[in-house]
């Protein structure tokens, strides 16, 4: 799958893993891929798997190839790396700045926003740099609150940061995250400061006021949150519109189909999720034993679920390698599950709907005009480079 001639199209390979081997070991260290959707759900479902609570383990993670590599690159622990009671407690603080209210008055921000880089692009360029990666990075910021004038800074340190979480990342791309993670934590922190003086209708004041009783989320929780969030709603939904954007030029009968119906705006962003998913695959630790298909999974090892198998597998969805605009049977794993699930969720898909709308209402052509540039990532997979052409 780190192959580059297999990263712009990985699902034959899922495919070919999910129907042959569904569950195996691999040669190297006690590592489990598992590819078919209902034991991908019910591992990330299962309060046996969670993540690593060992101090080595907490700075570093397993490479698709076996060996141990650093990570951390923000003090504190973010929920996404926390077992329960810590992530019920931390996700439950988070949840209540993170409200569906929150999300949907954002929907004019991204209006305005997907307008004004429309604008900007002109029906022709690189969709990647002037829209995809623009619009949910400005659309972060203006959540969490970083003025206006600080986010074209930020914006590529937190890209810089992201490639850290890939088994496929170089010495080199860990460093630029760690240099990258210094100067966006200095900038946060003062901005946390500023915030906690005098409070704003934003995520990060909502963060910083958000309490149960007397337990509130510590200076590096509210930091390591900020940073996950930002990670985590940006990068994905980048991939997410330039996916959209590749599978409905290559399905014109598809994006016809939207033409005729808008009412489908909604379902093609599912499947794109479905069928293209930004996110590839998620891993969990074994606290115990677990029994699945008549193999035993021991405790200590790990656990690698290939997300873009299970949205296929075709015991959970028909004609599973159709890219359909009006399925009805959608399961996805895209967004993972169980306590994990993503909590930007409802906002990604609000940008996919609203990108792909205004889409609609600009183009009747749709071309991609070179080979896309993809980035050598199989974590989080997408394009660095979309050339476009709409009129």
């Known amino acids: 799958m780190m192959d580059p001639a297999v990263i712009p199209d990985p699902h034959p390979i899922c495919k070919e893993i999910r129907e042959t081997a569904p569950l ?14 209902e034991n991908c759900r019910a591992l990330l479902r299962d309060s046996r798997c969670g993540q690593a609570i060992d101090e080595e383990a907490s ?12 990570s951390r690159v923000s003090e504190g622990t973010p929920m996404l790396f926390m077992n329960p009671p810590d992530h019920t407690r931390v996700r439950g603080l988070v949840s209540r700045a993170f409200t569906p209210r929150r999300v949907e008055l954002l929907r ?15 029906g ?14 400005n659309v972060i910021s203006a959540l969490v609150g970083v ?53 704003q209708d934003d995520m ?36 997410l519109l330039s996916n959209m954007v590749r599978q409905l030029v290559a399905h014109p009968e598809q994006l016809q189909l939207l033409r005729d119906d808008r009412s489908l705006v909604p379902t093609a962003v599912e499947e794109v999720l479905r069928f293209d998913p930004p996110v590839q695959l998620d891993g969990r630790f074994v606290f115990a034993d677990i ?38 049977d959608i399961q996805l794993m895209s967004f993972g599950s169980g306590i994990h699930f993503c909590l930007g969720a409802a906002l990604a898909r609000l940008e996919g709907q609203v990108v792909l709308e205004r889409l609609l209402d600009r183009y009747e052509s749709w071309e991609i005009t070179a080979d896309p540039v993809w980035l050598s990532r199989i974590t989080i997979r997408g394009v660095e480079r979309l050339d476009v052409k709409f009129a």
């Open 108 to 122: 004019g921000e991204i209006e305005a926003q997907t307008d004004a880089l429309l604008d900007a692009l002109g």
């Open 59 to 70: 700075t570093s993670r397993i490479g698709i190839d076996g060996e141990r590599r650093r």
């Open 291 to 328: 029994e699945v298909d008549g193999e035993t999974i021991p405790k200590g090892a790990s656990i690698i679920t290939l997300l873009a198998a299970a949205n296929r597998d075709p015991a959970v969805c028909t004609n599973p390698d159709t890219f359909d605009v009006g399925r009805t």
């Open 147 to 199: 003025p206006e004038e600080k986010r074209d800074w930020l914006r590529p340190l937190i890209s810089d940061i992201v490639p850290s979480i890939e088994p496929t990342a170089t010495p080199e791309a860990l460093d630029r995250a760690e240099e990258a993670s210094a100067k966006a934590g200095e900038y946060l922190l003062e901005l946390i400061n500023i915030r906690r003086a005098d409070p």
């Open 204 to 239: 990060l004041s909502a963060l910083i006021q958000a309490s149960d009783g007397e337990d509130k989320l510590s200076e590096a929780e509210v930091m390591s949150n900020i940073f996950l969030i930002y990670a985590a709603g940006f990068e994905t939904t980048t991939h």
């Open 124 to 137: 022709d360029g690189n969709f990647v740099d002037t829209v995809a990666f623009p619009l949910p990075a």
């Open 24 to 37: 195996f070991k691999v040669s190297w260290g006690e590592t489990w891929i598992v590819s078919g959707f």
